[in-house]
């Protein structure tokens, strides 16, 4: 089965590819709101809901929006004419790491993509490039809640050391330039609510059409992911999404 199609059936119910509600998805983009005007990028966009939502906070903003999956941006072009957005976002099928930087972006998110840009201190120099020099980041990125356990680590195929805790993920940050001036971290009913819809979406998906080719691997899919996660990483890896500015 074709993972973006995967991918895209599988957040069917919570377009927002990360563990986060809706409400603090609001309070995230209220503390990096800087003007109304703003220019905003969102790199590895998913469907886009973080920069529709953006363009919701800045009533005379204007949002580019790129990532490598094309259901996923069928998906947010679909959400941006329900939504009356059309005309104020612009989609780009393309690898993130090739988007030009013009250096003049207000606000640059990458929420839950930072693999795309060669991992966090990548993403904090790639989209740091983006933003002109009073912007604001806005990145989403995995830490470790707890010590890994060996099925955790198994369940994620990960070492140790490719994540850190939180307060170094911070140092990290400051170091590169950037400093916190709001974040969020998940709690464990948001990343309950993001599982159970992926694997739940999917699961569902599966079962509303029994005689497709895929429903068969849709269904193995999200099972193994459920274990993968319920035996693995649930209340071990953590999410945390925050709001810098240049230090
Ligand atoms: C976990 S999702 C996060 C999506 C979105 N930021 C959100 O929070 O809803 C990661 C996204 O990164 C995209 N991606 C992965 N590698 C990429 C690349 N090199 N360039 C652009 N997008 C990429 C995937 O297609 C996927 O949509």
């Known amino acids: 089965m ?7 059936i599988a ?6 590819a990360a563990p986060l509600l809706g409400v603090n998805v609001n309070r995230l983009l209220r503390r990096a709101d800087r003007q109304p005007t703003a220019r905003i990028l969102d790199l590895g966009c998913g469907e886009a809901a973080w920069a529709l939502q953006a363009l ?8 580019d929006a790129v990532d490598l999956n094309r259901h996923a941006l069928e998906r947010a072009a679909t959400a941006a004419a329900e939504r009356g957005l059309a005309d104020r976002l612009t989609l780009h099928e393309r690898d993130a790491r090739s988007y030009v930087p013009d250096g003049d972006y207000d606000l640059v998110l990458c929420v839950g993509s930072t693999h795309a840009l060669g991992g966090f201190a990548g993403t904090l120099e790639l989209a740091g ?14 830490f470790w809640e707890a010590p890994p356990t060996p099925e955790a680590l ?6 140790p050391e490719d994540h850190t805790g939180l307060a170094d993920l911070v140092d990290a940050a400051e170091q590169a330039g950037w400093t916190p001036v709001y974040a969020h971290v998940s709690d464990t009913a948001e990343w309950d609510n993001y599982e159970w819809s992926w694997t739940g979406s999917l699961t569902g998906w599966a079962l509303d059409n029994p005689g497709h080719p895929d429903a068969a691997e849709a269904l193995a899919q999200a099972r ?14 953590g999410f945390v999404t925050l709001v810098l500015r240049r230090c």
């Open 224 to 237: 193994e992911h459920r274990e993968r996660w319920l035996r693995g990483y649930r209340k071990v890896l």
């Open 154 to 159: 198994a369940a994620l195929g990960l070492r």
């Open 2 to 8: 074709d993972r973006h199609r995967l991918s895209a």
């Open 56 to 63: 919701a906070h800045h009533p005379d903003g204007h949002a």
């Open 129 to 142: 490039r983006h933003a002109h020099p009073d912007g604001v980041l806005l990145i989403g990125e995995c």
């Open 11 to 16: 957040h069917t119910h919570h377009p927002i």
